[in-house]
């Protein structure tokens, strides 16, 4: 089965970047999107189609895809920001997500 | 604004049986397929399956094939999440989502329903 493969965890500093990567084998067919899910929360949608980002979503969130990977960027990274993030794409009409990674803002 | 209204959190027995429910409200419920999306406790998120409430379009993912049943009713804009057999596994939290179709990212997300099957 189509599998998407994240680091369970990251960690960054207030004000620095964080980066998360998103990889599978056939993420360069396909759209990827991000979601954040803060705890006891329903998941959030933050970026669809590789990099487009949803109204209302802050300007410091952003995504790009190289090739089979897909990256969540988050710039001037905020205590707001700690969450877990998932990525997502289809494999053919079968609807995959990431493993998740947890973002601590230390 | 749009909104996935889900039902409320259940406490059941092994082997009872089970139906949840999606409601969507403030957009024409037939422009958004409707998937499930289960957290196990601690857990990440799993597809296990999508719907297109236009035509009942069905279709799971292998992993969740046949452990449950997706249904929906245009009439009254609710999709459903049923379970004829329940097991202590299926503990957890299911989550409505709305994507305008196979390829599209889940624009919208429901509350939550939680359900624990315990004896």
């Known amino acids: 089965s189509y599998e998407l493969t994240q680091p369970p965890s990251v960690s960054v500093s207030p004000g620095q970047t964080a980066t998360i990567a998103c990889s599978g084998d056939r993420l360069g067919d396909n759209y990827g999107s991000w979601y954040q899910q803060k705890a006891g929360q329903s998941p959030v949608m933050v970026i669809y189609e590789d990099w487009k980002r949803p109204s209302g979503i802050p300007e410091r969130f952003s995504g790009s895809s190289s090739g089979n990977t897909a990256i969540l960027t988050i710039s001037g990274t905020q205590a707001m920001d700690e969450a877990d993030y998932y990525c997502q794409a289809w494999d053919s009409s079968t609807v995959v997500f990431g493993g998740g990674t947890k973002l601590t803002v230390l | 604004e749009v909104q996935l209204v889900q039902s409320g959190a259940e406490v059941k027995k092994p082997g009872e049986s089970l139906k949840i429910s999606c409601k969507g409200s403030?957009?024409?419920?037939?422009?958004?397929?409707i998937a499930w999306v289960r957290q196990m406790p601690g857990k990440g998120l799993e597809c296990m399956g999508i719907i297109y409430p236009g035509d009942s379009d069905t279709r799971y993912s292998p992993s969740f094939q046949g452990q449950a049943t997706i249904s929906a009713d245009k009439s009254i804009n609710t999709a459903y999440m049923q379970w004829s057999t329940l097991e202590a596994s299926d503990t957890g939290i299911y989550y409505c989502?709305?994507?305008?179709?196979?390829?599209?990212?889940?624009?919208?997300w429901g509350q939550g329903t939680l359900v624990t099957v315990s004896s």
């Open positions: 403030a957009y024409t419920f037939t422009n958004y397929w």
């Open positions: 989502a709305g994507t305008y179709g196979p390829g599209r990212a889940f624009d919208y």
